[in-house]
């Protein structure tokens, strides 16, 4: 029986838009099995097909690559924050392994340049960029193992995170705005209430949001800014599940027999 890195060399890839001479400058180490890659780069647009019929992408790949970026940003946080608990070390995590953090981190990486894609990067979504970090992420794993995925993250990932923090909260969803929005519309009172400041250097700000008096969200940050976007984040969530959720029950009670 073939390996999968076997099996995938053999398939009939079509060369990307760039030169994969470029690979080792974006990893920061030379790859070993390259056939792991050249699928991290082949988006279901261009997806081959097997012997056996199955439709061969990144997919996969991206799959697996969100599941050891969230293991890698966690032990991140557990080494550089000792004294955070459990609620803390979430919530920054969720702030980091973002789909719209992944989108900006993948352009300055370059990787736009290796996709094997169908049409132009330009008029797909943006999320093309993030599912493509993701998939590469699933194959350094696949290819070195998890030791170097986890430093392809702290040594590529985490440095552009941190020095594009404030531009990519700017270049997300405005919660806090839409929130904003929202009361406004129905004519509620809404307010942000700090709940705790830092006590250390690099602590977080904790605010909860309050409609007409009622908690309903709360957020943590490194900045007051960000503490408001991720507890008008929390909020919204929870506006929509109680909207989704009435709205069941409404249809419910509406296709329900008559006794």
């Known amino acids: ?143 070195r193992g998890y030791e170097m995925a986890e430093r392809f993250v702290l040594t590529r990932f985490i440095p552009i995170f941190l020095e594009m923090e404030d531009s990519m909260t700017n270049a997300t969803t405005n919660y806090k705005s839409l929130l904003l929005e929202w009361a406004q519309k129905h004519h509620l009172e809404l307010e942000f209430r700090l709940i705790s400041e830092p006590k250390r250097a690099h602590g977080h700000f904790n605010y909860a949001v309050f409609v007409d008096g009622h908690r309903i969200g709360s957020g943590i940050g490194m900045s007051k800014k960000e503490a408001h976007q991720n507890a008008a984040h929390d909020a919204l969530e929870k506006l929509k599940r109680a909207r989704d959720s009435r709205q069941k029950a409404d249809t419910s009670r509406s296709v329900s027999p008559a006794h």
């Open 1 to 143: 029986m073939l390996s999968l890195s076997t099996y995938l060399s053999r398939l009939p890839w079509r060369k990307p838009r760039g030169s994969f001479v470029l690979l080792p400058t974006i990893l920061g180490f030379k790859p070993r099995q390259t056939a792991f890659y050249e699928l991290a780069f082949r988006h279901s647009s261009c997806s081959l097909v097997d012997d056996s019929g199955y439709r061969v992408n990144n997919e996969r790949l991206e799959f697996l690559g969100d599941s050891v970026l969230a293991t890698a940003i966690s032990g991140y946080l557990y080494r550089k924050h000792p004294h955070w608990d459990e609620g803390d070390m979430s919530q920054r995590r969720s702030a980091v392994v973002k789909r719209q953090i992944n989108n900006v981190v993948a352009r300055e990486l370059g990787l736009e340049r290796l996709l094997i894609v169908r049409g132009e990067v330009s008029q797909m979504s943006p999320d093309i960029m993030g599912n493509t970090l993701e998939a590469l992420i699933g194959a350094i794993y696949l290819d």
